[in-house]
């Protein structure tokens, strides 16, 4: 993949400026009416929702008192992952986007609404809703491209330790809420210089992390485990198994949603002065949805309508299903391609854009059972080799 | 009258203080990042200590467009003074309205609930939803009763109350509970037709019990009522404490010949609805917190205008999505750029706006 503008087919070269600015407007059209057709079902939806989840967390819980007896660790540790799932996703992520800020509900509100999660809201919220939803797939500006510690487009200069992308990209999914707070910190630029490090916002930004982080694991590892009396092991180890499950589950639907084969990414330039129908395109280009039953799109938070909610991120969860024909059909007819397909296929087609992208440029694609040892041997002089012998056998390779 | 008790406080020693506070302590450990009350409010709604609450046990028809809502409020509400009004919030359609509504019940009624009496205005969002379409077990958020539209400590000896509409729902409140006091009493009240008088038949029979002496103007067939033809019909007027409640236009005119009277500290008032804001292009925007004041013009966000005049906003993406600058509105009105929406909050609220696709559209003061 590389970036739109330097493709040697732009997909969406055969639209006009007109074509480009009438896709936003009929854009503007849905979510006009749906922001118009909002009421009581919708505030029951996500009230029934928070509602189910917080007496599945509150069951799990109790049930986790006796975890040392195996059936009870298995449904505790299941209901407690569901839970935390439905937390983070259908509930937390999406009131914190203001989805149901119409409501005028100070309890379910993006700006009183505290979640389940080791970054604070308030910092995921500027990461998130201001960055990474603005400038969705723009590479150098959305960080959440490979969250800045991984190669995720071609065109970024491979190097050597991009090997270990693989183990790394499991190890934070594994680990993803530390991840994400720390990304949300921008751990890596703030902790490069002495002044950076001392910024009082910064270390502000750090305490309240800290702080955040404390409570959740006193409550994960501690309180609740001590709550549990002699089954304090096996409520630790069923806590310890809901939030990496719960992890591991978030980090797969999010790597779907801009990272399988396909999906778009922008040049930065490309994106001074553009118009409101400009954004639109680029999120319709840099979105991937999943398919699947509705509870798939529940458990994901609905961001399995990956497409949708980048284009109306604060519009309900619970609406995008039924937009989702309307805006594919919009797709159809602007000749523009809508990616959508079952989790375990677009699971596997972003670890393979991971697991390609920690290799040299096209290393993946040439290597063949039969040349596969002189592959290895050309990766293994580029990997121990210095930066000319790398130049070298890149260009040779080209 | 009944005196309000403001109920006392459980007398706590420090000791049991101090363990409550660390028992809140681990609980709020046990339930982080949500509170304690979180969880609680999932089972029981009203209970003490929770936030005041209500749920609505029936819903009574008055009128062809009146009812009578029976709450039961959370066990932390405190006894109302006849008079006073309840701020009430209430989803309609998804959204929560914040409307006051007078209390119209007697106190200490033996199962504990209050009412309110409600006449559905055209285009009333709120008092539609109320009279029409609330159900049985709907729970509501309240406020504590307030007002001052009350009898004083010493009832007065003879007293007036001028009414029109739902204005009498206030003196129901009084008339209901205040019979003793009330010994000598005059309504004079206006209505479209005598169908159309709420609680009708209930003044008709104090009337015929000679508790009140009642005038019913029928304003379909008789005309409004103006302040000089009350003087006719009332020719002991000054001698009487007046209490007036009906739309805007009515008490002005009471007050205006009350002070022409030289009557003005006798007459109380009371307005039922908020004033209509006028909406326009642009407006004056106070931020509240940060002091500053700026005329903002109707086609510019607030967020643009705030920063020009140099006040540090919070802000985002700039475009209406990621809800960065949203910020409560305390009064005013606002435009949604967008599709020309207008917002308004009444004096108190905290509705919260999105700066950056808001532009004024009227005077507004912004919490910030």
Known sequence: MTVIQKKPENPIEHLTREDIELIGKELDTIRQEVRDSLGADDAKYIRTVIDVQRKLELGSRAVLLFSKFPPAWVLGTAGLSVAKILENMEIGHNILHGQWDWMRDPKIHSTTWEWDMASPAEQWKHSHNELHHTYTNVIGKDNDLGYGIMRVDE?????????????????????????????????????????????????????????????????????????????????????????VVRNLWSHSVIMCGHFPEGVETFEKTSIDGETRGEWYVRQMLGSANISGSKAMHIMTGNLSHQVEHHLFPDLPSNRYAEIAPRVKEIFDRYGLTYHSAPLYKQVASAWHKVIRLSLPNGWLAETTPKNAPAQVVKLVRMTTGGKKVRRQLMRAAA | MTATAPRSAVTRTPARTALRDRVLKFAELVTTPLLPVDYLDLFDPLRSGAALRGRIEAVQPETRDAATIVIRPGRDWLPHVPGQYVRIGIDVDGVRQWRAYSITSILDRADGCFTITVKAIPDGKVSNYLVRRARPGTIIQLDQATGEFCLPEQAPAKALFVTAGSGITPVMGILRNSAEQLTDTVLVHSSPTADDVVFGDELRRLAAEGRIRLIEQHTDTAGMLDARSIAELVPDLHERATWACGPVGMLEALEEHWAEAGLADRLYTERFRPRILVTGEGGTVTFTKNGTTIEADGATPILDAAEDAGVLMPSGCRMGICFGCVLPMREGAVRDLRNGEITTAAPGDGVLIQTCISAAAGACDIDH
């Open chain 1, 155 to 243: 065109d970024q200069k491979w190097h050597p330790m991009y090997l270990a992308q693989p183990l790394w990209n499991f190890i934070n999914a594994c680990f993803f809420e530390y991840g994400i707070a720390a990304y949300d910190l921008e751990l890596g630029k703030n902790l490069a210089t002495k002044k950076r490090r001392n910024d009082p916002k910064f270390r502000a930004a750090t305490k309240q992390v800290l702080k955040k982080i404390r409570n959740q694991a006193a409550k994960d590892y501690v309180v609740h485990p001590l709550l549990s009396g002699p089954s304090f092991l096996p409520t630790l180890a069923a806590n310890f198994t809901a939030n």
